[in-house]
Structures are given as C-alpha cells and as structure tokens.
C-alpha cells in the first residue's frame, strides 16, 4: 500500500501514519518529494490486509491510498512518485543527469596490470574503477581469481588514484573482506537470483550494482533488486549486460530497450555493460555510444593496458591507450540524453 500525504500534512502527521504502519508489523518506507511526502508500506499479503484495515483514509494529512501494483515494491517508479533514485558513492553521483564510466580490467592479475590501468583511467576522468578479484568462470579450471591478494591490489589502486572500488562478490564467506575494499559490490550475472547473497548485501547497506542474469526478465531482475532494497539498503544500481537470444553472431545481445523500458519501471539507474554483452573489442564503442544516447546512468566496461596477454576475457578489453578517446565520445553521446560526467566531488579548497 502507498500512502499519498496531502501536500500541506505536517512532520507530526507524517510520524502519526509511520508510526500505525510500523504497529501493524509492516515496514514504513518514506519518500519525500518535492511537492508530496509518499509512504510506502511494505509487508507480506497478511501485513497488506492488515494496513487495508487501519482505515489511513481518515487519518489527518492522509490525502490517498492506493495500491502498489508491482510486486517489486520498493523497486517500482511508482514508490517514488517519479521521482529517480540518485546514488552518491563517495561523492560521485549515480543516476539523474549524472553519467557514471565505471572503468578498469575484467580481473586484477598484477600489481603493475592494476595500477596502470587504475592511473590511465583516472587521468581521463572515470568515475569509478573496477577489477574482479573473485571470478565467475565457466570452466573450473579456469584461473578464478586472486582473491584476498587481489583485493589488496585494488585497495592500493583505491589510496593511490581516489577512485571507489567496484568489486565482485560471489560468496558470503567472502563479504567482509569485500566490505573493507568495496565502495560497490558487483553481483554478477550468474548471482542475479542467489537470494541469500542478495540480502547479505542488502543488510551490508554497502551500494550494490546488480546485473541481469543471462536469461532473467526484467521483472526477475527488479525481484533481485527487491531483495536488496527489502534489507534497508536503497543504494541499487541495475546493470544491463547482454542476455541470451537465438542470435549466435555474437556472445550476448544487448538488450538496448531494457534502458528506457527499466526507467519506466523503476526509480534506480541503469547502468550498461558493452564488454560482457559484446565479448569483442570492435563492439565496444557502438554499443557504448547507443546505451549512452538512449538515456543510461552510466557504462561499466573493461579496460587493460595489454589486452592481448590478458588472463580474462582478452578478446574485450579495450586497450589502455584507446581510453581517453573512448571516453569524450561517449560522453558526447551522453550529451545527447541530457547527462554529463559524474566525477570526483569538487572540493572547495577551504583548509584551515
Ligand atoms: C564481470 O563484470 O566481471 C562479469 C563476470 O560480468 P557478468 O557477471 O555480467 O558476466
Ligand atoms: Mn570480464
């Protein structure tokens, strides 16, 4: 149920409906808009019909309740009257008219591979960087990651360049040392429904960039994001990264529409992932420029200082060298969609 307060209720009348929903064992979830504070309250079907029955119609400052009519209640648009969920990750904004590049290599292989990359993609402007430590690999004898030393790496990459790390958990046993390095947690495709992870990370509160599984629904996705956002944690990104069609010409395919489409379903960014979805470099730029002009939050792409000797996913990874170019021409293309680039946070110099 959505509890639409009139646009002059008072702080008291606001507290007075919070207060009812909590006695009711459903939780209070509030948003304030511009004009009109919304309260959503979230429950099971039993708490649902129990709100049904508190009669919040009456109730002073109360000027509407209506259902809400996704299942992925707090992931709906409808729960924020409209209104676009902007992250702040350590001072970089997510979402709104803000363009997030979330850059750097499929996997943290070396000191040296991390540091270069975390330095290039730093002096072009990227937002955020990233690197798995802990990888999902098809095949089990397929290197899998370095764990807690590659954690270490990004922590240095971190304290050396000023960029928020985004990072890959995979297992819950691993989310405390993911916690002490990760500004995003990355669930990976193959994740996108493991539900106790989801709401681990969702009760870590840490900010968390969930991306659709290879044959998930948009639907299944927002479910997914659900079980983050149900913990308390609000702090969700979707990520669209290829899913699985008949088409064999390429490794996934971008589901371009999934942007627009997931807007109008949801209140949380969207960001897009041309590596994973391409698997070829040659891709990469097109299929940027397209999500960039069709209205994302932002790109994650994967990008080395030697693709060619790369552990992982060589085939994809844009070359160091190409970056700062890549970069300004999807900016251009988010110039189109009313975005410009989110970056580090102006400081205003005032010491003292
Ligand atoms: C990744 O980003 O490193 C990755 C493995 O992506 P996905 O989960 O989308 O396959
Ligand atoms: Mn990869």
């Given amino acids: 149920m959505m509890i639409v307060m009139k646009e002059t209720a008072t702080e008291e009348e606001v507290a007075a409906v919070v207060a009812k929903i909590e006695r009711a064992g459903a939780r209070a979830h509030r948003s304030s808009g511009a004009r009109v504070t919304v309260i959503g309250a979230i429950g099971d079907v039993e708490q649902d019909a129990n709100i049904e029955s508190l009669g919040l119609e009456g109730q002073p400052g109360v000027d509407r309740v209506v259902p809400i009519l996704k299942p992925y209640k707090l992931a709906s648009a409808q729960i924020t009257h409209g209104e676009r969920t902007v992250l ?8 709104g008219d ?15 591979q991390m540091l270069t990359t975390a330095r290039v993609v730093r002096d072009a402007g990227a937002t955020l960087l990233r690197g798995g430590a ?3 690999r098809t095949s089990p004898y397929a290197f899998q990651g370095l764990g807690q030393e590659g954690l270490r790496l990004l922590a240095e990459a971190k304290a050396e ?8 958990l995979m297992d819950i046993s691993d989310l405390d040392a993911v916690l002490e390095v990760a500004d995003v947690i990355q669930i990976g495709a193959r994740n996108m429904q493991n539900y106790p ?5 969702g009760r870590s509160g840490r900010p968390a960039l ?3 599984g290879l044959s998930a629904t948009l639907d299944e996705l927002l479910m997914a994001a659900e079980y983050i956002l149900k913990e308390g944690n609000p702090n969700v990104m979707l990520c669209e990264r290829g899913i699985r069609t008949f088409e064999t010409a390429y490794r996934f395919t971008l589901d371009l529409m999934a942007i627009p489409v997931l807007k109008q379903m949801s209140h949380l960014p969207v960001i897009v ?11 990469v730029l097109p299929l940027s420029l397209a999500a960039a002009a069709a209205g994302a939050d932002g790109i994650i792409v994967e990008v080395h200082p030697r693709p060619d000797e790369a552990i992982c996913d060589a085939a994809q990874q844009l070359p160091a060298d190409d ?3 890549y970069l300004e021409r999807v900016l251009a293309a988010a110039a189109v969609a009313g975005k410009s680039l989110s970056g580090e946070p102006l400081t205003t110099g005032a010491t003292s």
């Fill in 88 to 95: 702040d990750i350590d001072g970089r904004k997510v979402g």
């Fill in 98 to 112: 803000n363009f997030a590049l979330i850059a750097g290599p499929c996997t943290v292989e070396s000191r040296d």
């Fill in 134 to 136: 802990y990888k999902p």
């Fill in 161 to 168: 360049t000023g960029l928020p790390i985004v990072t890959e």
């Fill in 197 to 201: 992870l989801l709401a681990e990370i």
């Fill in 210 to 212: 969930l991306k659709r």
């Fill in 273 to 283: 992932d041309p590596s994973h979805a391409a698997g070829r470099r040659d891709l």
């Fill in 323 to 325: 970056f700062g170019d």
